[in-house]
T-cell receptor, first 113, second 112 residues
Framework: DSGVTQTPKHLITATGQRVTLRCSPRSGDLSVYWYQQSLDQGLQFLIQYYNGEERAKGNILERFSAQQFPDLHSELNLSSLELGDSALYFC????????????FGNGTRLTVT | QKEVEQDPGPLSVPEGAIVSLNCTYSNSAFQYFMWYRQYSRKGPELLMYTYSSGNKEDGRFTAQVDKSSKYISLFIRDSQPSDSATYLCAMENGGSQGNLIFGKGTKLSVKP
């Protein structure tokens, strides 16, 4: 068990809808990362937060947004969902801002119908 | 050319075999190299974490980094059916943002 908790495990929703994915990092970790994993693209970095502030952005669509709260948990909001957004969404955490190994949760499987 | 290339396999070996998994990369700024193991329906689990060139051993696993060739390897000795999983290499340049670049993963199956 990595200590990173993600909810929900599965989410099925329709196109055009909005969903929120939640992540609780390992105890003591200040950085939270969001990754998207699909069969054709592999693991793609979306965004990083460190101690409540955005630190880095990857290939995150404008329809997606995230935030990290004072208690360090994070939420990833996906809106105007499209069929192509169906994927596994992973949260990871680390102690510092960078050069730390990441510890992943077990992901949220999103299916858009 | 992708930043990180990894043969997707699948790779099938008999129990007890030595497994060699490899990744090549193009960005010479990468300094930190990792191997993750991912079981079906689970998140990636950190296996090995190395800095710069050289070898690092942990039990049946050995990670090897050759920065001059931009090539990293993971060796698994005495492979077990429980090693059956997808193995992902990952690397980063050591900047202030921990943005790992992942390979697409190699699916390994160890047959009893």
């Amino acid at each position: 068990d990595s200590g990173v908790t993600q909810t929900p495990k599965h989410l099925i929703t329709a196109t055009g809808q909005r969903v929120t994915l939640r992540c609780s990092p390992r105890s003591g970790d200040l950085s939270v990362y969001w990754y998207q994993q699909s069969l054709d693209q592999g693991l793609q970095f979306l965004i990083q937060y460190y101690n409540g502030e955005e630190r880095a952005k990857g290939n995150i669509l404008e329809r997606f947004s995230a935030q990290q709260f004072p208690d360090l948990h994070s939420e990833l909001n996906l809106s105007s969902l499209e069929l192509g957004d169906s994927a596994l969404y992973f949260c990871a955490s680390s102690r510092g801002q960078g050069t730390s190994p990441l510890h992943f949760g077990n992901g949220t499987r999103l299916t858009v119908t | 050319q992708k930043e990180v290339e990894q043969d997707p396999g699948p790779l099938s070996v008999p129990e007890g075999a030595i497994v060699s998994l490899n990744c090549t990369y193009s960005n010479s700024a990468f300094q930190y190299f990792m191997w993750y193991r991912q079981y079906s329906r689970k998140g990636p689990e950190l296996l090995m974490y190395t800095y710069s060139s050289g070898n690092k051993e942990d039990g049946r696993f050995t990670a090897q980094v050759d920065k001059s060739s931009k090539y990293i390897s993971l060796f698994i000795r005495d492979s077990q059916p429980s090693d059956s999983a997808t193995y992902l290499c990952a690397m980063e340049n050591g900047g202030s943002q921990g943005n790992l670049i992942f390979g697409k993963g190699t699916k390994l199956s160890v047959k009893p």
